[in-house]
């Protein structure tokens, strides 16, 4: 089956290089589809300067489930991977990604082999001391076997239910919910993938996590939800848990991070309530 990667990029001057570099080492043959998310940046220069063996697509600034799903439409292939622009690839990746698929054993599949690439920044460090992971890895090594996030994806499937829902941040669980299906995890496909390395880029991705934190299925009214989660990041418990994450990582910049993290999740739930868009 052929297949087509699909790549959304927002101000990613800094990293789309090295992402597709890796993409083009890939031991299957793919099409390759960056869409161009309304960057301000010099993202398309870095994307001319790379190759033009690509096809590029432009839209205003709408959001990552949009510009996939103005990709899949575009895409070639029978067989969708979705990735970002700050990933980078171990060569086999694809094949591996898709061998479930092509076994007929799932319509799609995602990966939990994902590492960090910047592991040694500090502040990559605090982010996921406060996501409590490891410091070279994005999940857990009990992270489970099926997900609602599809890394790839029949094409007839992705289309048949429309894609991806652009509700913000977990806009990547719409699709699952669509299908009624979860993703299958591919063995042996290994990529890897950046965490927030300054404070600026800490507080730019804590926003946009805040802009869906109300999101939580399990509390019925979302004002309700929203002056929870308020208050479950006020600036004296952020100070409180910072102090002691700080003391029991022996990392004290954790305390500066806590404070940025939990502020801009705070601003963007108390945006929320004026109807603040919810994509990055």
């Known amino acids: 089956m052929k297949v087509s990667v699909i790549i959304p990029v927002y ?30 940046d010099k993202t398309m220069e870095a994307i001319s300067e790379s190759s033009s063996n690509l096809k590029v697509l432009q839209q205003n600034h ?73 410091f070279d890895r994005m999940h857990n090594a009990d992270y489970p076997n099926l997900q609602p996030v599809f890394r790839a994806i029949l094409k007839k499937e992705f289309l048949r239910v429309g894609g991806f829902s652009p509700i913000g941040y977990i806009d990547d669980y719409t699709l699952s919910e669509k299908l009624g299906a979860k993703a299958v995890v591919a063995v042996g496909a290994k990529y890897y993938h950046r965490n927030p390395q300054t404070l600026k880029e800490v507080y730019q991705q804590a926003r946009w996590i805040g802009k869906s934190e109300f999101k939580l299925r399990k509390i019925k009214s ?59």
């Not at 305390?255 to 940025?260: E, P, S, Y």
Request: with cysteine; aromatic share 12%.
């Open 11 to 40: 101000n990613e001057e800094k990293y789309i290089k090295e992402c597709l570099e890796s993409i083009r080492k890939q031991t299957l043959p793919i099409d390759i589809i960056v869409i161009n998310d309304g960057s301000s």
């Open 62 to 134: 709408l959001g990552v489930a949009v510009a996939r799903n103005l990709g899949a439409k575009e895409a070639k292939g029978e067989i969708l991977v979705f990735v970002d622009a700050d990933m980078v690839f171990e060569p086999n990746f694809i094949e591996e990604l898709i061998k479930p698929i092509l076994n007929n054993k799932t319509i799609g599949t995602f990966s939990k082999e994902e590492y960090v690439l910047n592991k040694d920044n500090i502040w990559s460090k605090c982010w996921n001391i406060e996501k409590g992971l490891p």
């Open 222 to 280: 979302e004002w309700v939800m929203r002056f929870v989660l308020m208050v479950r990041h006020f600036f004296l418990l952020s100070l409180l848990n910072g102090l002691i994450e700080a003391v029991k990582f022996a990392t004290p910049r954790f305390l500066i991070f806590k404070i940025v993290y939990d502020f801009a999740l705070e601003i963007s739930l108390y945006k929320s309530f004026f109807g603040e868009q919810k994509y990055k």
